[in-house]
C-alpha cells in the first residue's frame, strides 16, 4: 500500500528544523504540487535549488530515514519563485508514479499543508493563529484554542456471503472500478458501529462477525481507514443508495478483477478475497 515504504522508515516526530541544501520543498497550490515527473518517476526541488528566500520561513513536515521535507510557512508574505523544470501535478500523481516513499511523502505533505491553511485563524473568535513552539498545533493568542492535525477515521469493509462478495461503484465519481463499502466513523460511535451503520445505509444488508484487518493512513482525505472482514447476516437482497452508488453487488470470487494497483487498502482486500486468502 502507499504507506509500505519498507526498509525505509517514516519519522514524524515534530522539531523546528530549517532546510538545508539536501532537503526536498514540496511548493503547493489549489491545483497541485510542483513536481518534475519522467517515465513515471517523480521529484522534487532541494533547498539549494531555491534563490532569494533568506528571508522565507519554512515549515519542517517530517523526514524518511535521513531525508527532510519541508514547505514554505503558509504566513509568509513573500512570494516563492519555483526552480525551472518543476510543473504542477495533480495530487492523483502519487498514485501513479513513483518511487514509492516520495509518493507517500507527496500526498502526506500535502495533508499538512491543507491542516496548515485551514487553520491560519482561529475557528472560535477569528485571531490568527500562531505555531506551537514544542508540538505540531496552531494556537490561538488571542483565546487560548489549540488545534492538533485533523485525522478522521473511515471504515473498508469487504462483506462476504460465501464465495461472493459485496461490491459497489461509486456514484458521480472518476473512479469507475468496483470499491467496497466504506464511510465515515460519526460522533459517538465505535468503529464496529459505523461498519454496520455504513453497510445497511449503502445497501440494504445486515451484517455479522465484524472482524478487524488491518488500517491504512489516507492523505487523499485526511483519514485513517480502517479495514473489517465481516459475513451477510439474513438476507441477502439489496438496496442501493443511489444518493451514493451507481451499483452493489454479490461479485463471485471467480469474476472479482485482479487488482492493477498495490496503492490502496481497498484494493488489497478485494485482492485478498479474490485469491482465496480473506
Known sequence: MLHD??????HVEYEDYQPEADDFIFIFSKEGVHCRVVDDVMSFPKFAEFHDVHDVKFRYLFSIDNERFFMPDIRNAKEIIVPEGYAIKDAGISRIAGPKHLAFASITASELYEWYSARRYCGRCGKETVHAETERACVCPECGLVEYPKISPVVIVAVTN???????????RPYRRYAL??????????????????????TGI??????????????FSSSLLSGFVCELD????ITVDDKELSE???????EVPPSDSDV???????????????
Open 162 to 172: 460465501g464465495e461472493s462478495l459485496l461490491v459497489t461503484r461509486y456514484k458521480d
Open 5 to 10: 515504504i519498507l526498509p525505509k522508515k517514516y
Open 248 to 254: 452493489a453487488l454479490w461479485l463471485p470470487r471467480g
Open 234 to 237: 439474513g438476507d441477502p437482497t
Open 181 to 202: 463499502v466504506a464511510g465515515f466513523g460519526e460522533i459517538g460511535e465505535s468503529l464496529e458501529d459505523t461498519v454496520r451503520r455504513e453497510v445497511f445505509e449503502e
Open 206 to 219: 445486515h451484517i455479522k462477525n465484524p472482524r478487524y484487518y488491518k488500517s491504512q493512513p489516507w492523505g
Open 264 to 278: 490502496a487498502l481497498t484494493a488489497e482486500m478485494m485482492e485478498m478475497f479474490r485469491t482465496g486468502r480473506l
